[in-house]
């Protein structure tokens, strides 16, 4: 199809003893619209809080171009 492609992306609380982070869910819940859930620990302070209470951001990075 001609349709641009999107992502959502969810990041999911990890409270296991573990603590790691991982890809979950991969989705395409309809044509090129896709559902991404990331676990991790990083974001388990961030729950049930407003924009004013949280304590910290995430901050997304463009992936660098690949060299020829």
Do not use: M
Not at 36 to 65: H, M, N, S, W
């Amino acid at each position: 199809t001609n349709e641009q492609r999107s992502i959502e992306v969810r990041y999911v609380c990890n409270e296991k003893p573990n603590g790691v982070t991982y890809l979950g869910e991969l989705l395409e819940p309809s044509t090129c619209h896709y559902s991404l859930q990331i676990v991790t620990p990083l974001v388990c302070g961030f729950a049930g809080k407003t924009k004013e209470q949280q304590i910290g951001r995430i901050y997304c990075k463009p992936k660098a171009d690949r060299l020829a």
